[in-house]
């Protein structure tokens, strides 16, 4: 079975940076395609990025602060978040779709993704 977990969250300040990660089990990621979303309170979920084979793809809203990366040798994947900001505050997932997608517009579409983890909190403080 497919097990995503993610940890990392935490409270923090605006300005610093975080790293949250995606255990990822019963299949492997490097054959995958990898995602993070966020959701902040009252709104929709929010694509930030994803990564497919060598490929990586960001939503272009986020300005640069976030980037995505997989260890393949701990089937783990990862988001680095720099200069944190209260609007960040959300609730943050990762997500694995079973094609490996060559294009942008498909990894951002929710629908492309079989299984998810339950999300980690990361609260940034003015």
């Known amino acids: 079975q497919v097990k995503l977990v993610e940890s990392g969250g935490r409270a923090v300040q605006a300005g610093d940076s975080l790293r949250l990660s995606c255990a990822v089990s019963?299949?492997?990621?490097?054959?995958?395609?990898m995602g993070w979303f966020h959701q902040a309170p009252g709104k929709e979920r929010e694509f930030i990025a994803a990564?497919?084979?060598?490929?990586?793809y960001y939503a272009d809203s986020l300005k640069g602060r976030f980037r995505i990366s997989r260890d393949n040798a701990e089937n783990t994947v990862y988001l680095q978040i720099y200069n944190l900001k209260p609007e960040d505050t959300a609730v943050y997932y990762c997500?694995?779709?079973?094609?490996?997608?060559?294009?942008?517009?498909?990894?951002?579409?929710?629908?492309?993704?079989?299984?998810w983890g339950q999300g980690t909190q990361v609260t940034v403080s003015s």
């Open positions: 019963g299949r492997t990621a490097s054959s995958s395609t």
């Open positions: 990564v497919s084979g060598t490929m990586t």
């Open positions: 997500a694995l779709g079973e094609a490996l997608y060559q294009r942008s517009l498909p990894t951002m579409n929710q629908a492309s993704y079989a299984y």
